[in-house]
């Protein structure tokens, strides 16, 4: 069975904390992707990365990094973080080309920030 | 820049009622259309997809969606929706390897 599995299902961080977001899938995919999932807004694409040590910038990046040193973990980083980046942050995996678009989330990581 | 728009965001049925879910997109190259559900409790799945070919296409649990190229939409369909089939619906568009998705629609369907 396939998996995605992020590193906490619920996080209280303060304003201005350093916070690791931790992504791992098991199915060998090249292809990792950071969401936000905000109500009515749907999901946003933070950052995705095609490979190892590559990272591309997605829809709304600013305040967000992210790290891929190994082909199974993608991490996403908020620098400073501060209230309006309270959100449920979604990981997903794919193969690449066409199965690009045929993505595996993980159950998804609600953060607060106080 | 391209972008998806779901009309309906709250959606209350009985059992046994139709279901259709409006999706339209905005990108008149090739598309590549997906929808994906979140069951509550659950990861966000691929719930059916069109790449070409027939624009009817038939998903998982009976769902089917019709891609309509004049009027940019993709909608989702169901004869006869299920308490089960409680969840969050999204639509998205794919292209250069990224999904761009919609707001999502909430379905609430009542026993």
């Known amino acids: 069975d396939v998996k995605v599995t992020q590193s906490s299902r619920y996080l209280v961080k303060r304003t201005g904390e350093k916070v690791f977001l931790e992504c791992v899938q098991d199915?060998?995919?090249?292809?990792m992707f950071w969401y936000r999932q905000d109500p009515g807004l749907g999901l946003r694409l933070i950052y995705f990365s095609y490979d190892v040590k590559m990272k591309e910038k997605g829809d709304i990046p600013e305040g967000y990094s992210v790290s891929r040193e190994k082909k199974e973990r993608f991490s996403l980083i908020l620098e400073s973080a501060s209230t309006n980046q309270t959100s449920m942050y979604l990981c997903a995996s794919s193969a690449p080309g066409q199965g690009a678009y045929e993505q595996y989330f993980g159950p998804g990581t609600r953060l607060t920030v106080t | 820049a391209q972008s998806v728009s779901q009309h309906n965001h709250h959606v209350i049925l009985s059992e046994a009622a139709s279901l259709e879910l409006g999706c339209n997109y905005s990108?008149?190259?090739?598309?590549?259309l997906f929808w994906y559900v979140q069951y509550p409790g659950q990861h966000l799945q691929l719930l059916l997809k069109?790449?070409?070919?027939?624009?009817l296409v038939k998903g998982i649990k009976g769902f089917e969606a019709e891609f309509i190229k004049s009027k940019f939409s993709f909608n989702l369909r169901k004869p006869s929706v299920q308490w089960s089939d409680t969840a969050e619906y999204f639509c998205?568009?794919?292209?250069?390897?990224?999904?761009?998705f919609g707001q999502g629609t909430t379905l609430q369907v009542k026993p």
């Open positions: 990108y008149g190259g090739t598309v590549n």
């Open positions: 199915m060998d995919h090249e292809n």
């Open positions: 998205a568009v794919g292209n250069t390897g990224k999904l761009i």
């Open positions: 069109y790449f070409s070919g027939d624009p």
